[in-house]
């Protein structure tokens, strides 16, 4: 299996982005200069052990005010295609062009960031998956862990993430 690399990610989410259009804007919690901390555009990795899943992440934080507009792909290693957000009136196979995952809501206190994602879709069962995340901010790395609540299990999927920044500016 090939593992996608992080400028696999990077690049993809140049590509994904211009296919997407403009998202919706993310609403953020903090002050002025920390979400100015964020801006920009991030690449990494996550995993967890307890689903075995592991893969490039990628995401580009633009802030106006107190809004945001930003992107995340999500490559799960050996799948070499990202994921795909959640909608019930389609199968990932009925998407002629890959779409990046949304960011709904971002939160920002000195070093700490969280949030949520927007539903996505489960490469296996096609099911809805709804992450939380939370991470430290320190300099141009985060670091944090992640909580996915699957529909069809009664507890929340933990895993661990990390970006870098790798530009400054946000689209």
Not at 58 to 86: C, E, K
Not at 95 to 109: D, G, K, M, N, Y
Not at 115 to 137: I, S, W
Request: hydrophobic share 35%; with cysteine.
């Amino acid at each position: 299996m090939r593992v996608p690399t992080i400028a696999t990610a990077v690049t993809a989410t140049a590509v994904l982005a211009a296919c997407s259009g403009r998202q919706a804007p993310v609403p953020l919690v903090g002050t002025a200069g920390d979400v100015q901390a964020l801006v920009g555009e991030w690449a990494g990795e996550y995993s967890s052990n307890e689903t075995g899943r592991s893969g490039s992440i990628s995401f580009t934080l633009a802030a106006q005010g107190d809004t945001a507009h930003g992107d995340v792909v999500m490559i799960p290693s050996g799948w070499n295609r990202p994921l795909q957000p959640y909608r019930d009136e389609a199968r990932p196979m009925d998407r002629p062009l890959p779409e990046v995952l949304t960011i709904s809501f971002v939160r920002v206190s000195g070093d700490e960031v969280s949030g949520e994602l927007a539903p996505y879709r489960d490469p296996e069962c096609g099911c809805a998956l709804h992450t939380r995340f939370v991470g430290q901010l320190r300099g141009d790395v985060i670091e944090g862990t992640y909580l996915t609540r699957h529909g069809e299990l009664p507890q929340d999927l933990r895993g661990r993430w990390s970006a870098k920044r790798v530009s400054r500016s946000g689209r």
